[in-house]
Structures are given as structure tokens and as C-alpha cells.
């Protein structure tokens, strides 16, 4: 079963953003999607936009490109602060992180 069909998100606009508050600033999700996450000089992580500007505003979200679906996935189940939150963008309900039922 692939990531897509295991939440149920098949064809449907996808949005990640990260909770600083709770960021450990271990850089796991830069190393699994670097055009999705990077670290700044603060050491804590941010999402990019599409246009690779880091999102510094709190709850900043950014598109999860399909391609990088599973690398984006992978980052919030192995996030040690449990910070990554993936959620469908038509109800906001988030399918991957912390608060995904």
C-alpha cells in the first residue's frame, strides 16, 4: 500500500508546515525533502515555498509536490519533536504528524 492510499489523500492537494515551538532542531526532515525543509540560522526548521524562500512566519505552510510525497511523509513519522504537520488543504484535516487520527 502506497503512502497516498494508506491516508487516503489520493488526488487531493496536500500542505505541510512545522510547529518551531516544538522543533528539536535535528534536521531530518532537511536530510529526507531539502526543497521542502531547511534549517536556519536559529537551528530550528522551516518549510520553503515553492519559490525555495524559508517560511519564517508562524504555522507558515507550503505545497507538498507529489514527487516528494513519501520524502515529506517519512520526515514527519521520524521527526524526534514531533513538529510535522501534513494536511489536506480542502478541510485542513491533517493526515500525517502529531495530531493526524
Do not use: N
Not at 488526488?11 to 515551538?21: M, N, S
Not at 526532515?29 to 536559529?42: K, M, R, S
Not at 514527487?67 to 510535522?84: F, R
Amino acid at each position: 500500500m502506497t503512502v497516498r492510499q494508506e491516508s487516503g489523500t489520493v488526488g487531493e492537494a496536500l500542505e505541510v508546515w512545522i510547529d518551531q515551538d516544538l522543533c528539536t532542531g535535528d534536521g531530518i526532515c532537511a536530510q529526507y525533502a531539502p526543497e521542502v525543509f531547511e534549517l536556519d540560522i536559529d537551528g530550528l526548521a522551516y518549510v520553503k515555498s515553492v519559490d525555495a524562500e524559508l517560511l519564517q512566519a508562524p504555522g507558515a505552510t507550503t505545497p507538498v509536490p507529489l514527487p516528494l510525497l513519501t520524502d515529506v511523509v517519512d520526515s514527519a513519522k521520524e521527526c524526534p519533536g514531533e513538529c510535522i504537520h501534513v494536511r489536506r488543504v480542502s478541510d485542513r484535516v491533517e493526515v500525517y504528524g502529531p495530531d493526524a487520527e
